[in-house]
């Protein structure tokens, strides 16, 4: 068994003001993401300015922080939103939903495409190759909360989280980090260096995280209070990864078939 790191959730504080990690996590994210995408931009700029990728990545953080916390308290802590509804504003307690945040992704892409006057799914091709990035970081940011664990198992790397109980666990967020983060990442990256249909890339990358999310989900703790919500081992989580995988396939079938070309990324 390994021992967990216990991190102070709090990095530093400027004055009385504490910066969490988890923040500088989210933060972190976006830079990255920013700077490949500025990267690939002086490379092929696929019609896209520096300044247009600095608004798009604005558009995108405020559709990652505003749908990833109200779809967090409506998926996963829906009584709270009902008896508790400040706590949707209390961001650094953790509780930040994928499945939100891509619906609120989707929401600010489409609103920038429509004042753009450019194509919503060649620029969700843009894009996608380098989310995984945030994906990581994320995920190392759950850690650092230790939040998000995994079920109890005897496996050589289990951890004891601080607030998991007595007994060792999975370390689920680095399999997230993993296989979300690190292996998305690579097979994006890959797939998107030739030119491809447009939609392809969105298409591959709603498959590989629905597939990704649906198999760490038999190894992570089922959020509470909702607990297996069917046949006693399936989540909220695999349930809301379905429809991301079947969207997926028919998104690059479609690509395939009406072959529009999207260039180089």
């Not at 995408?37 to 608004?55: E, K, P, W, Y």
């Not at 607990?227 to 379905?242: D, K, M, P």
């Amino acid at each position: 068994m390994l021992t967990y790191p216990k991190i102070d959730p709090v990095a530093f504080h400027i004055g009385p003001l504490p910066v969490h990690w988890y923040g500088l996590m989210y933060l972190l994210g976006f830079f990255g993401c920013w700077s490949v995408l500025a990267l690939r931009i002086r490379h092929s700029s696929r019609g896209f300015t520096v300044n247009q990728l600095s608004d798009l990545l604005f558009y995108i953080a405020l559709g990652v922080v505003l749908g990833g916390r109200l779809g967090y308290m409506f998926f996963y802590d829906f009584y709270d939103v009902i008896h508790h509804p400040l706590k949707i504003f209390m961001t650094w307690q953790g509780g930040m939903s994928f499945h939100g945040g891509l619906i609120g992704v989707m929401i600010a892409v489409w609103i920038f495409s429509i004042k753009q006057q450019k194509s919503f799914l060649e620029i969700g091709d843009f894009i996608a190759p380098v989310i995984p990035l945030g994906l990581a970081v994320g995920r190392i940011g759950n850690f650092i909360n230790g939040e998000l664990w995994g079920r109890v198992t005897d496996v050589p790397w289990a951890m004891v989280f601080p607030m998991g109980g007595d007994l060792p666990r999975h370390p689920s967020q680095l399999y997230e980090c993993f296989l979300e983060g690190i292996v998305m990442f690579v097979i994006l990256w890959t797939y998107s260096r030739q030119s491809k249909p447009r939609g392809a890339i969105s298409g591959l990358f709603l498959i590989l995280y629905g597939s990704f999310r649906i198999f760490v989900e038999f190894f992570r703790e089922p959020d509470a209070p909702i607990g297996y919500i069917a046949f006693g081992w399936v989540t909220e989580g695999q349930l809301l990864s379905v429809p991301m995988i079947i969207f997926g396939v028919i998104l690059m079938v479609c690509a395939y078939r009406r072959r529009v070309p999207c260039g180089n990324i």
